[in-house]
Structure formats: structure tokens, C-alpha cells
């Protein structure tokens, strides 16, 4: 049977996730952002550091700086609405972890609350209001391996892309497509796919428009 061993860290007792076993400076984490770090994995899937901060829209850097720190207030706010989790549990520790769980909403202060991301099909996209964020489930594996097909991304249309994001985009004829967005010469942008046999489209010459840009994913 093993021995607890009551003169080390916390650390060395308790289980980690795949994520908390590559941070080098987990002993020295901040609370809540080891917490945020768990709902990243737990909830939205996110065993990797780059994802999280891609989804959190934040750099890696930052990141790091949570590390000693804790998540700035609008960190919390976007890791409460990614993954649904309670502001008064990643903020304080609080129980319970998930939103929907409390039978009493915990408040903290300055929090915008929590909203509900819509999904839409890819027949509903056409007449869907998409002015905020929402959420849609690839049909093609034109992003893979990263993001193979069946996996829901989440779109803000609000965000400003960057390049390699992947935005969802519609052309002259009203086709939508997810693709990597690619920066060009004279304002001009192009929308990537990864894998071959997938068309390659132009902004000017396919007349895209720029519908989303992903912030969150779940993978299948």
C-alpha cells in the first residue's frame, strides 16, 4: 500500500492530467489557474498549451504569466463561457465545477454571464444570424489531421483573424468552407485547405466574405 507522503508538496500526492505532467512549474501554479487548466482538459479536451491559449484567444506568454499570477478577469469570463464551468469555482474554488450544476448561480464580481453558444448545421448556415459566436461540426477532413471531420469548432464572428486560423468563409455562389486563412499582397486573402483535393479559394477572385474565426474545438 502506498505511503502519503506528508512532507512534500502538494503536488507529489495528487494525480495529474496529461497537461499538469508537462508543466515545469506546476508546484508554483496558481490555483485558479491550475482549475482552468483541468476544465481546458476535462470539459473542452485541451491537453495541450497551445490549444488552450489559441481557444482562450491569448498567447502562449500569457499564459505563462497566469501560471504565477492567475487568469486576468477577462480570461476567466472567456474560460467560463468555452466550457460552461461555475466563475465562483475558477475564480475561489467553489464547488460545483460546472454551471449547470449549482442550484443557487454563484456570482463573482465584474463577470458578464455565462451565455449559451449556439449550433448550427451546415443547412441552417444560409439563413442563420451569424453576428456573435456559435458552433458547427466539419463535414470534410479538408483541416485534417488536426481537425478531422465530425470535429466542432467554434466560431466568433466578431474575432479578427490571424494567419493559419481557421475561419469559416462563404463564396459568390453562397458555399461555405472552413479553411486556414492565409494572408496576401494588396488586402487580398486566401482560404487554405490542408490535405489535397480541396479547392484553394481566393478573397477577390471567389468573392469570399468572412463569416467566423475559430476560437474552441471539440474534437470526435
Known amino acids: 500500500m502506498a505511503v502519503l507522503n506528508t512532507m512534500a508538496k502538494r503536488s507529489v500526492n495528487t494525480p495529474r492530467s496529461l497537461f499538469v ?3 515545469p512549474t506546476l508546484a508554483d ?6 482549475r482552468l487548466f483541468k476544465a481546458a482538459e476535462e470539459i473542452g479536451g485541451l491537453s495541450m498549451p497551445s490549444k488552450v491559449a489559441f481557444a482562450l484567444g491569448e498567447s502562449q506568454q500569457t499564459l505563462k504569466h497566469w501560471e504565477k499570477r492567475g487568469p486576468s478577469q477577462r480570461g476567466i469570463v472567456r474560460a467560463c463561457e468555452l466550457w460552461g464551468v461555475s466563475p465562483a469555482w475558477l475564480k475561489d474554488g ?3 465545477m460546472r454551471a449547470s450544476d449549482m442550484s443557487v448561480a454563484h456570482s463573482v464580481s465584474d463577470l458578464r454571464p455565462i451565455v449559451t453558444i449556439p ?3 451546415w443547412e441552417e448556415l444560409v439563413a442563420a444570424d451569424l453576428n456573435g459566436r456559435f458552433e458547427l461540426a466539419l463535414r470534410d477532413d479538408a483541416l485534417s489531421p488536426e481537425y478531422p471531420a465530425g470535429t466542432v469548432i467554434r466560431f466568433d464572428a ?3 483573424p490571424r494567419p493559419g486560423w481557421p475561419v469559416l468563409v462563404k463564396d459568390s455562389a453562397g458555399t461555405f468552407y472552413v479553411r486556414d ?3 496576401g499582397a494588396a488586402g487580398r486573402w486566401r482560404a487554405e485547405a490542408r490535405q489535397r483535393g480541396y479547392a484553394s479559394l481566393d478573397s477577390v477572385a471567389d468573392g469570399l466574405q468572412l463569416v467566423g474565426v475559430m476560437y474552441g474545438a471539440d474534437w470526435p
Open 29 to 34: 501554479m496558481h490555483a485558479s489557474t491550475e
Open 119 to 121: 449550433k448550427v448545421t
Open 158 to 160: 466578431k474575432r479578427t
Open 21 to 23: 505532467q508537462c508543466a
Open 94 to 96: 467553489v464547488e460545483p
Open 181 to 183: 486563412y492565409i494572408e
